[in-house]
């Protein structure tokens, strides 16, 4: 290779670097700014000092699911015969997550691309990664909608609802398996389980602020389902930064029946709250994770 085409490929990659740095940077920005609008509008300085230790340890417990996610696309890539370790995989995925708070819901998507390229990983693959993840977790997401229904239309017993929910999931690994290949299920079964923890997280807000009476198990499903469709309409929903004010809409639109809106209203911005620290979390580990080989 031409020595002046080895010297723009060094080029390139450190501005596909920069780039996918700076779009992290710019997210932190839009961190800054959306936890300051939560603190204000949502008056948290009134929650009580155990129910904000419990947060943190939430945070701390969504921090880690992220690994899920990032492990997930690792599969993806791995279906598309691209070689990465886990450490790489957890690393970029970390860094590039905080760039979906920029306005434009896309960024982290478009980070994670320039940081992959600057690794000397093919574009094209990458971006079908990327395509890839979105659409098993799309459609991941929508089989919790059996749960909502149940919720909406009180003659669909909840029952019926987690056995389709349950289902449906089911034959979704066991396409990607059989249409694709193992890998592809491996990656569909760590995004589901990231929904579940996710949904878990939620409930427990709930159950920490929210009277007790309330919370029967059929309404703690309802609002676990519901929050998995509600990241979902977040996660779809362009120019929404990680599915801000759409997530909100969707859980009080479905919940606020069932739920006194007051207490309702304090869990989604707490719940906002607890995923915005955890992924800052997540992406100081990320940032800082040895870039060490590991087997694959």
């Known amino acids: 290779m031409p020595s002046f085409l080895k010297i723009n490929s060094k080029k390139m990659k450190k501005i596909f670097s920069l780039a996918g740095s700076t779009l992290a940077m710019i997210g932190i920005i839009f961190i800054a700014i959306r936890l300051h609008g939560y603190w204000r509008g949502a008056h948290l300085e009134k929650v009580h000092t155990s129910v904000w ?3 943190i340890l939430l ?4 921090s880690v699911i992220n690994i899920f996610l990032a492990l997930s696309w690792r599969s993806i890539l791995l279906h598309l015969n691209v070689e990465v370790s886990k450490a790489w995989a957890v690393r970029v995925y970390g860094i590039s997550q905080l760039a979906k708070y920029v306005p434009g819901n896309i960024f982290h998507l478009a980070g994670r691309q320039a940081l992959s390229m600057a690794a000397g990983l093919p574009a094209k693959k990458v971006l079908t990664s990327s395509l890839y993840e979105q659409g098993i977790i799309i459609i991941s997401g929508v089989a919790a909608g059996w749960i909502v229904l149940s919720a909406l239309a009180p003659s669909f ?32 079964l760590l995004q589901i389980t990231f929904l579940i923890f ?16 309330y919370l029967g198990p059929d309404v703690l499903f309802y609002a676990g ?8 309409a977040g996660l779809i929903t362009p120019g929404a930064p990680a599915g801000v004010g759409v997530r909100e809409l969707v859980i009080l639109f479905c919940l ?6 007051s207490e309702l209203l304090l869990a989604v911005v707490l719940g906002r709250v607890v995923t915005v ?16 080989q590991e087997s694959l």
Not at 59 to 62: D, F, G, T, V, W
Not at 157 to 181: D, E, H, T, V
Not at 279 to 289: E, P
Request: with cysteine; hydrophobic share 60%.
């Open 198 to 213: 996710s949904a878990f997280i939620f409930v427990a807000i709930l159950k920490n602020i929210t009277h007790a009476e």
């Open 157 to 188: 017993p909840l029952l019926m609802g987690i056995s389709l929910l349950i289902i449906s999931l089911m034959i979704l690994l066991a396409c990607l398996q059989f249409f694709l290949s193992k890998k592809m299920a491996i990656a569909g």
């Open 53 to 55: 230790v419990i947060i």
């Open 277 to 292: 620290i955890g992924d800052v979390i997540f992406y100081v580990y990320a940032h800082f994770i040895r870039m060490k």
């Open 256 to 261: 606020s029946n069932i739920i006194p809106e």
């Open 59 to 62: 945070a701390l417990c969504y």
């Open 225 to 232: 389902g519901t929050y998995i469709i509600a990241w979902l």
